[in-house]
């Protein structure tokens, strides 16, 4: 009987948790690139499209069963947390027919911090065509999601003030962002020096969206860092070196990239408290997506996990299994069977449970400070 009357305690407490998330956020919008993108990539690029490797399975076989646009095995950090919130996954802005009142998510695969158009062609010519443009669907980055954030809000809201009111119920999330921007210059040669040089300007940029959407009525901006992007397979491989010297003797990991992860991660986090205090009725958050994937890395069954620096799903076999002509998605290139024990999915994304161990940082800490759950 006690057990019973403690149960019925226990559930009746959790019920008047979760109410209460539901109550204080009403929908979410959220914004950045590949580790975060529900849909919008398939939508542009058109989701027939043969080579639309992401498009085809194994992406989404643990969770969604199908490719669901979202390039893992199943959630990310950002479905997770409009579970949390009693909310809905998340709708690509780009869908058409859709209603956007709970929310809406303008990040897209492969989107940059910096304006293509500005600095792409330069940094890395093989996306860029003669001309020096880079083509869509490979040409979108923050300012563009921004963009078609202002273009959605006639339909969310009628007028500046109504607006306001209602973002203040919202969450916005601006998940990962840098790492195309990062990636595509040292991958495509460029010293890992000369693309430190840009962090400034890319966190500038980052800080300056989060601004935007406080200015515009948020009230709660949780803003991620940057994933250590050393210890991606994809980097493992394409970057690889043959001095023992450029790897982290704990991790594997290759620490050049890594210490440009933590670089990038140390000047968002103290702008963004910089900001914070000139906002003092915004809740600014950073969200740290580099302490829990080095963790993992450091001691990936500690978090049940059997590897950490080989993906899941790849053609490359070895100690990475990354291969850029067989990559997850083409023609034969299977996923493992066990995928959760996997933290890497196809090179550079996660698997659906490194996004879960991630998500649960953010809502309920020590990852978020404060977490997203914590409505203190
Ligand atoms: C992307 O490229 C297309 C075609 O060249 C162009 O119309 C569009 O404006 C570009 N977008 C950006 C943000 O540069
Ligand atoms: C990478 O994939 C190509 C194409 O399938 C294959 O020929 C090659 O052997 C693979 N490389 C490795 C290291 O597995």
């Known amino acids: 009987m ?3 009357i403690l149960c019925l305690q226990i559930s009746l407490l959790l019920s008047s948790f979760s109410y209460s998330m539901q109550a204080q956020y009403t929908s979410i919008f959220s914004f950045g690139d590949s580790y975060t993108d529900t849909g919008n990539k398939v939508i542009l690029y058109g989701p ?10 194994p992406f989404g076989m643990t969770f969604f069963g199908h490719p669901a646009g979202r390039l893992s095995d199943g959630r990310l950090v950002i479905d997770f947390i409009a579970q949390a919130l009693g909310l809905p996954l998340l709708p690509p802005s780009l869908a058409k027919d859709q209603s956007f009142k709970q929310g809406a998510n303008f990040a897209v695969a492969g989107a940059t911090a910096l304006k293509t158009s500005t600095t792409r062609p330069a940094l890395y010519p093989q996306l860029a065509v003669a001309g020096g443009a880079v083509p869509p669907p490979n040409n979108i980055s923050l300012a563009d999601e921004l963009g078609w954030f202002d273009a959605m809000k006639p339909a969310l809201c009628g007028s500046p003030q109504a607006c306001k009111d209602y973002f203040t119920k919202a969450l916005f999330v601006v998940g990962e962002l840098g790492w195309n921007d ?14 430190q040089s840009y962090v400034p300007q890319i966190v500038a940029t980052i800080v300056a969206a989060t601004e935007k959407l406080i200015n515009d009525g948020a009230t709660a901006v ?5 994933s250590p992007m050393g210890c991606a397979p994809g980097n493992l491989v394409l970057l690889a070196s043959q001095d023992p010297a450029d790897y982290e003797p704990d991790t594997g990991c290759l620490k050049g990239m890594n210490e440009l992860s933590r670089d990038h991660n140390a000047q968002l986090s103290q702008a963004l408290t910089t900001l914070g205090g000139r906002y003092p009725g ?3 958050t950073y969200a740290d997506l580099y302490g829990p994937v080095i963790a993992f890395a450091a001691a990936p069954t500690r978090f049940g996990f059997d590897s950490a620096l080989r993906d899941c799903c790849g053609g490359g076999g070895g100690k990475y299994n990354f291969n850029l002509s067989a990559a997850c998605g083409m023609p034969g290139v299977a996923a493992c069977p066990n995928p959760s024990a996997y933290v890497n999915w196809d090179g550079v994304h996660l698997t659906e449970a490194a996004y879960h161990r991630v998500a649960d940082g953010w809502l309920r800490g020590p990852y978020a400070n404060p977490p997203i759950l914590d409505t203190a």
């Open 48 to 57: 027939a499209a043969a080579d639309l490797w992401i498009n085809k399975p």
């Open 2 to 4: 006690q057990h019973v």
């Open 182 to 195: 990062y990636g595509v210059m040292v991958v495509g040669g460029k010293s890992v020096a000369e693309a």
């Open 282 to 284: 915004a809740r600014v």
């Open 222 to 226: 949780v803003v991620s860092g940057i």
